[in-house]
């Protein structure tokens, strides 16, 4: 059969819609999206309601048709679980002053803000409340960068570093600062004026013959040693120290003590002086006193100190014993602390070794 030729397919590049015709199939898609979009809006909410509640319903259900259940519109904010907020750490319980572990800390473990923060760590764990650092010794070293001029050259080459405070802090623990009063055979060649005399003249007292290595001592009376004390118990403040530990605030001792000048001591007995001192040191904050067990014993007696420790005005009273206590020394510190608290003294603590026991 002989195919039929319908010629060439014209293809045509142009819409078969006029421009009427093209703008009123626009405007009816855009009504028809319009009227969907209202659709959804109204009844979307009711459609996400109805499956929340059945998901929650069968989820509350353990996944049983037969169980019911009271189904309630949970907000989206609900399909992650909250984490489970993590417990406030339980403060610590207030102690009164010297209540708890106490430890005596030593410079080399405080060299470096590394170090110092490992040690208040161990401290801590080992359940230390109070860390006694070393400031100022029995020798008239200072073992931190003190501002104070009088100790400038008295500085340790070895000291703590300045982290060492706040580190202690940071573990949960007090600091508490050491610092030897009047017992600092340095501090009298910086100034000479703070200096127990040798009678009525330039040189120094010593507590000892100079060949059998006498030493000087800051004199009690004298302003200026005062307040050279005083300058370094706020600075160690200033620093962060909670409290103080106060050692050698004492006289010296009575060997050859005929022979030394105090100077002007303003009518005031040596008792009556110490307790002068003490009471502007302990007013600007918590201190502990140490005396030996020996001066404490003696009471009113004390060829050092003059007075009682009661009379002294301590409030808190550390009691140094060196060594185990014998049978004499059991009953002589029983008595000196019935006397002491009797006295108004609101702390009795015994010191031995780097031991701290709270009476």
Known sequence: MARKNLGKVKRYHRSFYSGGQRLRRILT?????????????????????????????????????????????????????????????????????????????????????????????????????????PCKDSQGYIYYQSSVAAAQTNISATTFDAAAVGALKEAGITPVASICAFRDPQAPYVDRTMAVRYQDTEYFWLDAAADAGGKPWLNPYSQGAANYITALIDEARAMGFEQIWLTGVQFPTIAGRDKANFGDTGGLSMGQRLAQLLEGWQAGGDCWVEYPLAEVAAGADSQVLGASCADLGVKNLAIRVEGDLNEEQQMQLDAAVADAKAGGVANVALVQGDSFTLL
């Open 29 to 133: 898609g855009v009504l028809g999206l319009a009227v969907l979009f209202a659709a959804g809006w109204l009844v979307g909410p009711a459609v996400i309601d109805f499956g929340t509640s059945t998901w929650y319903s069968l989820k509350a259900g353990g996944g049983n048709s037969g169980a019911t259940s009271t189904p309630q519109s949970a907000p989206a904010a609900e399909a992650s679980p909250a984490p489970a907020a993590t417990p406030a750490p339980t403060p610590a319980p207030a102690m009164e002053p010297g209540e708890g572990g106490w430890a005596f800390v030593s410079i080399s473990s405080l060299s470096s803000a590394e170090q110092a923060a490992a040690t208040a760590q161990d401290l801590a764990a080992e359940g230390v409340r109070y860390a006694v650092v």
